[in-house]
């Protein structure tokens, strides 16, 4: 079964250092999504592309985060430089048809 | 933006018992989804609704779109061990675009005692 693949699973670094998550969607879905979700709380939407282009980023604090998918398939996530309150599970989602798929996810820990 | 109300936050049951949990938004939706997620995995898809009223089924789980648009409940009978998780409604706009974002609830805890 096709999954969405996230790496890493774990990171764990230190305020003001630079880290970057990856995301490959499921084969085929052009809709790929970032949500970050704080423990305790449900998902909340950091960015989503369409194909290459970023559809909505409202949510994104643009300040420290970037975030690209350069050939429309797979995808970088950024922060730069980290934050003690950016600690959170950062998951990606794909789509074709509405539906979302989601990725294990990324445990980052700022310390 | 849109607000998701879910209830409970957290049930701890026997197993073998049914359970219903529900979500309540403040403005309509045109898609409710229901998700599980287990600790330190990314949320499941469980179930999918698409029109008002629908009323459908995956095993043990049963949810319905309500008439208004504006809530979505989720039932599990017969609950056993492996049920426990966080389970979150999630509404979504529509289709196309950046209708397609889900908006989540907080999420209900569902532990089920052997």
């Known amino acids: 079964e096709a999954e969405v693949a996230q790496s890493p699973r774990y990171k764990i670094t230190e305020k003001s250092q630079a880290v970057a998550f990856w995301c490959d969607p499921i084969?085929?879905?052009?809709?790929l999504y970032w949500y970050r979700q704080i423990l305790g709380q449900g998902p909340e939407l950091l960015v989503q592309?369409?194909?290459?282009?970023?559809?909505?980023d409202s949510q994104l604090p643009k300040d420290r985060f970037s975030a690209e998918r350069l050939k429309g398939v797979d995808s970088t996530l950024k922060i730069q430089p980290a934050e003690l309150g950016d600690s959170a599970m950062y998951l990606c989602a794909s789509s074709a048809t509405g539906e979302l798929f989601f990725g294990e996810g990324s445990r980052l820990t700022v310390l | 933006g849109q607000q998701l109300n879910q209830s409970p936050q957290s049930m701890f049951i026997q197993e073998g018992e049914d359970v219903s949990m529900n979500c309540t938004s403040s403005s309509i939706f045109n898609t409710w989804l229901w998700y599980k997620q287990e600790p330190g995995e990314g949320p499941v898809l469980l179930i999918a609704?698409?029109?008002?009223?629908e009323l459908t089924s995956n095993g043990r789980l049963t949810a319905q779109f309500g008439i208004t648009r504006k809530d979505s409940f989720l039932n599990i009978s017969a609950s056993i061990p492996s049920d426990v998780g966080i389970y979150f409604c999630?509404?979504?706009?529509?289709?196309?675009?950046?209708?397609?974002?889900?908006?989540f609830g907080k999420g209900t805890l569902l532990t089920v005692n052997p």
């Open positions: 592309f369409q194909d290459e282009s970023v559809v909505d």
């Open positions: 084969s085929g879905h052009a809709t």
């Open positions: 999630a509404g979504q706009l529509g289709s196309g675009g950046s209708n397609y974002k889900l908006t």
């Open positions: 609704l698409y029109k008002a009223g």
